[in-house]
């Protein structure tokens, strides 16, 4: 089996093709909008790049693209004006996408940079009459910061998703002390989850479907080979009814009756926590919630976050096992 070139030391290499795609669809635009605004000089300015790359650029709008870019001396300008597809949106479909972009901008894995250009075109869209109004409404969304290398990896898993294209990599395992071992992996699906991104893919070392923290994926590269994804693989039925995504450290599947105090089951109440969950509300304000779930740790936690607001009515083991989490807890605290 042949190995690929694009191992994770190329990604910022792949990262950089896609912002260089990004800028000749930019220039394009530009020139097509501004005929004989813009010069080398005055382009290579804009892109913080050099003279020389702009003329690459250039180049390959011209030969590559077949577009008529010519210049007069002023600037350069289309002969004949390209036609670029259009798209026309309602106000509230405008705005849906623009608070999508907005929450875009708090997830993992998205490049901020490329996020921020596109609201900045999506804001275009609307009248200069209503930007204020949607500045209010959207930009109290804080940022995520993205690391670069999440960013690389991210990008190269996507593209051997798009490509069917099998991945080796060296894979951590928290649970046996971030011992790593070698994994060949097929991609199936890329998912976020709270701060981070997991990747299901079929292992051929574990020999069966399994999910993947891509934080703790190192050394990656694309390989030549390729592979096809199972008609009948279902994401849904892959996780079943755990509670959220690591299924190797979950338990049967069982029913787990929790009551909450009104301060917490009023948060509670708003949420949709799982596919299988039931609310009932009692007169004094409390709320029950009734789940048929296979306990994570991910479970544990999330109970935890409730403290003393959290009663569990069933099942009785895992009142043993908040207990003893809430004793280490206190152990932590009495003895930094």
């Not at 992996?185 to 993947?212: D, G, M, S």
């Not at 190192?218 to 009948?232: A, N």
């Not at 926590?273 to 409390?286: A, M, N, P, V």
Request: hydrophobic share 35%; glycine share 4%; proline share 4%.
């Amino acid at each position: 089996m042949k190995k690929g070139k694009n191992a994770i030391k190329g990604g910022g290499g792949r990262l950089e093709e896609i912002r260089r795609t990004a800028r000749l669809l930019d220039i394009i635009q530009n020139v097509t909008v501004a005929p004989r605004r813009w010069t080398r000089k005055a382009l290579a300015e804009k892109y913080e790049i050099s003279e020389r790359q702009i003329q690459k650029d250039l180049t390959v709008i011209r030969y590559r693209l077949h577009l008529d870019l010519q210049n007069d001396g002023n600037g350069y300008y289309f002969k004949t004006i390209p036609r670029l597809p259009t798209i026309s949106y309602s106000f509230s479909e405008a705005l849906a996408l623009l608070l999508a972009a907005r929450v875009g901008q708090t997830l993992p894995g998205i490049d901020t940079y490329e996020l921020s250009s596109a609201i900045t075109r999506l804001e275009s869209l609307f009248p200069k009459e209503t930007l204020p109004m949607l500045k209010a409404v959207t930009e109290d969304i804080p940022e995520y910061s993205e690391s670069k290398d999440r960013i690389s990896k991210l990008t190269l898993l996507h593209q051997a998703l798009s490509q069917r294209k099998q991945v080796k990599f060296v894979y951590r395992t928290a649970s046996r002390g971030n011992i790593t071992s070698t994994r060949l992996i097929e991609p199936y699906r890329i998912i976020p989850y709270l701060k981070t991104w997991q990747l299901v893919a079929f292992c051929h070392v574990r020999k069966e479907i399994r999910e993947f923290n891509i934080d703790r994926i190192e050394k990656l590269e694309i390989l030549d080979s390729t592979y096809e994804i199972p008609s009948d693989f279902d994401l849904d039925s892959f996780f079943g009814n755990i509670w959220g995504v690591y299924r190797q450290s979950s338990k049967p599947v069982e029913e787990v009756e929790l009551e909450f105090e009104p301060e917490a089951g009023r948060w509670v109440a708003e949420g949709v926590w799982h596919k299988s969950q039931k609310l009932y509300f009692e007169d004094d304000g409390r709320v029950r919630l009734k789940l048929y779930i296979s306990i994570s740790p991910d479970f544990v936690c999330w109970l935890l976050h409730f403290g003393w607001r959290v009663k569990i009515l069933k099942p009785n083991w895992l009142k043993e096992e908040l207990r003893k989490e809430l004793l280490r807890a206190l152990k932590n605290i009495e003895n930094p």
